[in-house]
C-alpha cells in the first residue's frame, strides 16, 4: 500500500509534458519559408500557426477548443508549398 501511495505522489509531481513546437523549413534557391506551429501555453491548446518569409511574418491560423486543427493547417500549407516548388522539411523543437 505504501508503494501504492509513493507512486501517486511522485506521479502528481511529475510536470506533465509541453508541447513540442513543430518547424517546418521551405526553401527554394537561397530564399527560406517557415511554418510553425507554437503553443504559446507550452500545451496542445491555444495553437497558431506562424508563417515566416522575407518580406515578414504572420500568424494565419490560431485555434482555442480543436486539438489537431493547427497541425493539419501547417501539414495542408506546406503541401501546397511543396506543390509550388518548394523543398519542405520538418523539425520538432522542444519548448524551452
Same mark, same amino acid.
Given at each position: ?35 510553425? +506551429?507554437?503553443?504559446?501555453? @507550452?500545451?496542445?491548446?491555444? &495553437?497558431?500557426?506562424?508563417?515566416? *518569409? =522575407? $518580406? ?21 500549407? +506546406?503541401?501546397?508549398?511543396? @506543390?509550388?516548388?518548394?523543398? &519542405?522539411?520538418?523539425?520538432?523543437? *522542444? =519548448? $524551452?
Amino acid at each position: 500500500m505504501k508503494g501504492i501511495a509513493l507512486l501517486a505522489t511522485l506521479l502528481a509531481a511529475t510536470p506533465a509534458l509541453a508541447a513540442e513546437s513543430i518547424v517546418y523549413r521551405c526553401g527554394m534557391g537561397n530564399v527560406e519559408r517557415i511554418i510553425a +506551429v507554437h503553443y504559446p501555453h @507550452g500545451e496542445a491548446l491555444p &495553437c497558431e500557426v506562424h508563417y515566416s *518569409k =522575407p $518580406e515578414g511574418s504572420q500568424i494565419l491560423w490560431t485555434a482555442q477548443n480543436t486539438e489537431g486543427y493547427c497541425e493539419q493547417r501547417a501539414e495542408n500549407f +506546406v503541401e501546397k508549398q511543396r @506543390g509550388w516548388g518548394w523543398q &519542405c522539411n520538418k523539425e520538432v523543437a *522542444k =519548448p $524551452e
